[in-house]
C-alpha cells in the first residue's frame, strides 16, 4: 500500500489549509484513515482519524474545532481541512491507513493501530 499526501505549505497564523491523501495497492481492506504530525524536537503526536464503519472521527483536543477530517473510503481518499492555523501546528504531517483487523478495538489515536504510513508533508505556519 501507497500513501500519497499532497497540500502542505506556508501560511500564515489564522489561516486554512487542506490536506489530502491517496491509498494505492492493496487497499481492499480500508478501515480507518487518519493523520499524524511531528514537529522538529518532539514526538510524533496524533492529529485526527476517521473510521469507516461507522464514519466517527476522532481528534487531538489541540486540534478540535479547528481542523475536520473527511473522505471517501470507495476511493481511500481523506482529507484534513486545516483552519484558524497556529504556529505551533507546524509540523510534518503524515497520512496513515489500517488495512488489518485488530483482535482488540483498535485505538485510533495510538500509532501502534495503523499499518501503512505516507512520506508526510510539511506545514509551516508563520506568526
Known amino acids: 500500500v501507497q500513501l500519497q499526501a499532497s497540500g502542505g505549505g506556508l501560511v500564515q497564523a489564522g489561516g486554512s489549509l487542506r490536506l489530502s491523501c491517496a491509498a494505492s495497492g492493496h487497499t481492499f481492506s480500508n478501515y480507518a484513515m487518519g493523520w499524524f504530525r511531528q514537529a522538529p524536537g518532539k514526538e510524533r503526536e496524533f492529529v485526527a482519524a476517521i473510521r469507516w464503519h461507522d464514519d466517527n472521527t476522532f481528534y487531538a483536543d489541540s486540534v478540535k474545532g479547528r481542523f475536520t477530517i473527511y473522505g471517501n473510503s470507495a476511493e481511500n481518499t481523506v482529507h484534513l481541512q486545516m483552519d484558524s492555523l497556529k504556529s505551533e501546528d507546524t509540523a510534518v504531517y503524515s497520512c496513515?491507513?489500517?488495512?488489518?483487523?485488530?483482535?482488540?478495538?483498535?485505538?485510533?489515536?495510538?500509532?501502534?493501530?495503523?499499518?501503512?504510513w505516507g512520506q508526510g508533508t510539511q506545514v509551516t505556519v508563520s506568526s
Open positions: 496513515v491507513i489500517r488495512t488489518r483487523k485488530r483482535a482488540r478495538q483498535p485505538d485510533m489515536t495510538h500509532s501502534y493501530d495503523y499499518d501503512y
